[in-house]
């Protein structure tokens, strides 16, 4: 079976909203298989953000996971080469996130509940990552 191409390789838009009505694309992942989980489109997210965090090519932090304060403390945009996100423990907080119902995942107009769901890539396709905000006073 022949290697996939640039032109086999789906594209995958993730888009970044809230509750109280914001939306915002994320960024594209090419996506070579045809199926991968939930966990391993989150794990290549966060791996990514991080990647671009580090190098200076982002503007702001992780989308979908916020660094701890010792982090932003840590890398403070005047100590930039202080301080690098850990990307494994970015990934491990999105996970637990996920969990506790920080963020829902919807593949085109359809939840996923279940990490481990494969999730099928043959054609575009649009993941949302939907920021629960917490009600005020609650």
Do not use: H
């Not at 991968?36 to 992780?62: D, H, M, Q, W, Y």
């Not at 100590?79 to 995942?105: I, M, S, T």
Request: charged residues 30%.
């Amino acid at each position: 079976m022949a290697a996939p191409t640039l032109c086999d390789m789906a594209k995958v838009r993730l888009v970044d909203e809230t509750t109280s009505g914001e939306r915002r694309d994320a960024w594209a992942l090419d996506v070579a298989e045809e199926r991968l989980t939930l966990r391993e489109v989150i794990r290549r997210r966060v791996f990514v953000e991080v990647a671009e965090f580090n190098a200076g090519r982002a503007k702001a932090a992780p989308a979908l996971v916020q660094p701890t304060a010792a982090e932003r403390l840590l890398n403070d945009p005047g100590k930039r080469e202080a301080g690098r996100l850990q990307p494994q423990r970015c990934y491990e907080r999105a996970l637990a996130a996920f969990a506790r119902n920080g963020f829902l995942v919807l593949v085109g107009d359809r939840q996923v509940t279940d990490l481990d769901e494969e999730l099928e890539f043959a054609t575009a396709a649009e993941v949302t990552f939907l920021k629960l905000v917490p009600l005020v006073g609650g």
